[in-house]
């Protein structure tokens, strides 16, 4: 089961009635109950349906333009890259280019201002999909024009076989109230938080042949985002310089402290790490030394490479 369709289906059958007459669209519903990957669903089986190549709704093409709430979207990008998108020729009978807008609420007024005409004189040939929180996003010249489908928070409660069956858990069956609680307490009501942290936790069960427990949910739950510190991990095992260098440049700018960096490293590394003699030396070597520079208080990020780069230059450590 795709996750547009757990606690979603009223809302996913919408999408779907507008395949054949398809029309503006403002979707609206809580951060993380599956906006962006329902539209994702909704374009793909789009192209599907009218042959279209290119990765639609993942992916910007010349027929389907995505703008995300980390690109430009000021005026400027309005009147030029949108504006040049929606006016090139139509792509046949009944078959539209798409323009997705994500979290309206980041996008400018004037931009939105500076669309009221393109939705009108090229309706003919384009699409405009906005996503948004609140019906209070967008504003009421596009909204009038857009019909609205309303995405409802659910109760994960409600749904545990299907969220379990999504990341494949192994030993699903074992699962109890306690540890499910634990898992809803970290990631609350946002069904994209709870997918990755349940993703992360059957990744765990599957690397350490382990059946659920009380406790190892609560180390699971009170470990940092694994994700940020697997490149290191690899880097060093590698000893790849450039890797291991990016890989610390963005652990740092994700805001860890050098103290941080290398607790979460230790707790990654217990729970990801091997059984491989040379990759446990290196990723040690490399910590007893990063906390010898923490003790001398030398603990800027250039002071981290540098131990990173020390460590996997060592003569001491074999090939």
């Keep these: 089961m795709s996750l547009p369709l757990i606690g979603q289906e009223t809302a996913w059958n919408s999408f779907k009635s507008l395949l054949d007459t398809p029309c503006h669209i403002f979707l609206t519903g809580p951060a993380g109950c599956g906006k962006t990957t329902l539209v994702t669903s909704f374009l793909k089986l789009y192209a599907e349906k009218h042959n279209r190549p290119g990765k639609w709704g993942t ?27 929606i006016r090139q020729m139509s792509l046949g009978l009944d078959i539209y280019r798409w323009v997705v807008i994500d979290d309206v609420d980041t996008f400018p007024q004037i931009s939105q201002q500076a669309l009221r005409r393109p939705m ?16 209070e996003d967008l504003i009421p010249a596009l909204h009038s024009r857009c019909i609205h489908i309303s995405m409802d928070s659910i109760n994960p409660y409600d749904y545990t076989p299907e969220l379990l069956d999504l990341v494949n858990m192994p030993h699903k069956d074992e699962f109890t109230e306690e540890m499910w609680s634990w898992i809803l307490n970290i990631s609350g009501t946002n069904i994209s938080d709870l997918i990755r942290l349940l993703s992360l ?34 880097a060093l095992s590698e000893k790849n310089l450039v890797q291991g260098t990016y890989a610390l440049i963005h652990i740092w700018k994700r805001g860890y402290t050098f103290e941080d960096i290398l607790e979460s490293f230790q707790t990654i590394h217990t729970m990801f790490g091997n ?3 040379y990759d446990n030396l290196i990723i040690h070597i490399f910590l007893v030394n990063a906390w010898i520079s923490y003790c001398k208080g030398n603990t800027s990020i250039l002071a981290l490479q540098n131990v990173y780069y020390k460590t996997i230059t060592s003569e001491d450590i074999p090939i």
């Design 201 to 234: 936790i059957a990744n765990a069960f599957r690397v350490n042949n382990t059946k659920p427990s009380v406790k190892l949910i609560r180390t699971l739950c009170s470990a940092p985002f694994y994700v940020d510190f697997i490149p290191l991990m690899n």
């Design 275 to 277: 059984s491989n003699i």
């Design 59 to 85: 992916e910007t093409n010349d027929e389907c333009l995505i703008l995300g709430p980390e690109q430009d979207r000021g005026i400027q990008t309005i009147r030029g890259q949108v504006s040049m998108f």
């Design 120 to 135: 009108e004189s090229y309706s003919h040939i384009t699409r405009f999909i906005f996503v948004g929180n609140s019906e």
